[in-house]
C-alpha cells in the first residue's frame, strides 16, 4: 500500500510544471554555488587558448611520443600495425580522473533519457540490454575513427587547416564523414536485429546510444589538457548533438532495409546531409575566418534536435508506457545536472568568470533545445 501512494505521489509531483522548473531552477543554483566554491578552493590548472593559438610542442611528453610512432607507422603504410596501436591512446585519454568522472555522468544522464525513452516493458526486452551495448559500441567507434584520421591524411591528403576553403574541406570529408561512417559501422552489429523486430523506435534510440557513447568519449578528449576556447564551449551539446545525428542515420539504414526501394536514397540523403551538417559545424569552431559566425552551429544543432524529436514522439507507444517519473522530469533532470556539473568543473580548471563564458553557447543551445523537447514530446507543456 505505502509503496503504491509513493509511486502515485511521483507520478503526480513530476507532472506538475511548478515542481520541474523549481527542480531546475535548484540544480543550476546549487551547481552555480558549488562551482564558485570550487573556484575560491581550486587553482585552475587548464591551459585555455584561441583555436589559433593551440599547438603541439610536448615533444617530452610519453603521449607525444606515442602519437609520433603513430604518425611514423602511418607515414610508412603500415595500415595493420597502427590499427591495433590505437586502443592504448583511447585507453589514455581515461587517466584523469575529473574529465572522465564527468564525462561518465554525462553519458550516464543521456543513458537515462534514452533508457525511459526506449520504452522497455518487461525485464527480458532487448531494448533494456540492447542500449548498453550500443553505448560500448559507440565508445568503441572511436577506434575506426582515430584510424581514418590517419588515412584520410596519408591517402586523401585532408589535414587541419586555417584556410577557409581547405578547413571547410577536412572538417566536412574529414571530420564529418569518418566521425558518421565511424559510428554507422559500429550500429550495423545492432541493425539486423531491429531489423527482424521491425522497431522503428529502437532503430532510433539504439543507433542514439552509439552516437551517445561516442560523444562521451569526445568529451573527455576536450577536457583532458590545453585546448580551444570554441571547442570546449561545445561541451553540453557534444553528447545529445551526437545522440541525435547517429540516431537520424540509423533510422534511415532500418527503413532502407525493409523498403529499399523507396528508403535506400532517402538514407544515403540523411547520411550525405548529416555528415555535411557535422563538418560546417566543426568548421565554424576551428576555421577563423568563420568563427564569427558561431550562430550558424547553434542554428545546426538546433536543427539536428527536432529532427530527432520529432522523429522520436510518433514512435512512443500509443497509448504511452505509464512510467512513474514523467519523461519530462527526466529529461529536465538529466540536461540540468550535466550543465551544473560542467559548470562546477570549468570553475575548477578555469575560475567561474572563463567557465561562464565559454559555456555561454551551450546554455543557449541547451535551452533552445529544453524548448524543442516541452514542445514536441508526447507532455507537450508549450504550443509555441
Known sequence: MGERVWRNYLRTKTRNPRFLWQMVIGILAAGVVIGLAVDGLVPAWMQLESASEVEDDFSGDPDFVAGEH?????????????????????????????????????????????????????????????????????VLSVWPTLFLIYWQERVWGLAESVELAAGIRENVLGVGLREEFAKL?????????????????????LAGGVGLGFGVEENIG???????????????????????????????AYRACLWPRQCIPQFIATFGV???????????AIVPALQELSIFATIIFVLCIYQFFRELRPLQSSPPVKSTISPTAIFLFCVSTVAAATFVY?????????????????????????????????????TV
Not at 189 to 200: G, I, M, S, T
Not at 274 to 284: C, P, Q, R, T
Request: hydrophobic residues 55%; positive net charge; glycine residues 10%.
Open 70 to 138: 603513430r604518425q611514423q607507422l602511418a607515414n610508412e603504410g603500415r595500415w595493420g600495425e597502427l590499427f591495433m596501436a590505437i586502443p592504448a591512446a583511447m585507453v589514455r585519454g581515461w587517466r584523469q580522473a575529473g574529465p572522465t568522472a564527468l564525462g561518465i555522468l554525462t553519458g550516464a544522464c543521456w543513458f537515462l533519457f534514452l533508457q525511459q525513452s526506449i520504452q522497455v516493458r518487461r525485464r527480458t526486452d532487448y531494448r533494456g540490454w540492447g542500449l548498453g551495448v550500443a553505448v560500448a559500441l559507440g
Open 185 to 205: 559501422l559500429c550500429f550495423l552489429p545492432l541493425l539486423p536485429l531491429v531489423v527482424l523486430k521491425r522497431d522503428e523506435l529502437a532503430a532510433l534510440l
Open 222 to 252: 576536450y577536457v583532458s589538457g590545453s585546448v580551444a576556447t570554441a571547442t570546449l564551449g561545445r561541451m553540453l551539446v557534444t553528447a545529445p548533438f551526437h545522440m541525435a545525428m547517429t540516431g537520424l542515420i540509423g533510422l534511415a
Open 274 to 284: 548529416v555528415f555535411i551538417a557535422h563538418g560546417l559545424y566543426d568548421a565554424v
Open 346 to 382: 570549468l570553475c575548477a580548471a578555469i575560475g567561474w568568470q572563463l567557465a561562464a563564458d565559454v559555456l555561454m553557447t551551450g546554455i543557449a543551445s541547451y535551452a533552445v533545445m529544453v524548448y524543442l523537447f516541452l514542445r514536441e514530446m508526447p507532455e507537450t507543456m508549450v
